[in-house]
């Protein structure tokens, strides 16, 4: 598996133990949600197997919306 990178840059990321609220902190939060899932999409069969997940699993949650 290749290394993945965040597409913004470390100017501009928040540390995970940030704690944001209000509109701001929803947006963090989708846009975690979307880097998360985009990197489950990404594992091999092999990695899904060791979380127990399989490739349709790991495609119906890394087709959700965001904010879900």
């Given at each position: 598996?290749?290394?993945?990178t965040?597409?913004l840059?470390?100017?501009?990321?928040?540390?995970?133990a940030?704690?944001?609220?209000g509109?701001t902190?929803?947006l963090?939060?989708?846009w975690r949600?979307w880097e998360?899932?985009?990197?489950?999409?990404?594992?091999?069969?092999h990695?899904l197997k060791d979380?127990?997940?399989?490739?349709?699993?790991a495609m119906?949650?890394?087709d959700k919306?965001?904010?879900?």
């Amino acid at each position: 598996m290749s290394a993945r990178t965040s597409p913004l840059p470390a100017s501009l990321r928040l540390p995970a133990a940030t704690a944001v609220t209000g509109w701001t902190g929803w947006l963090v939060r989708c846009w975690r949600n979307w880097e998360t899932r985009r990197g489950l999409a990404e594992l091999d069969d092999h990695l899904l197997k060791d979380l127990g997940l399989t490739r349709e699993q790991a495609m119906l949650e890394s087709d959700k919306l965001p904010w879900r």
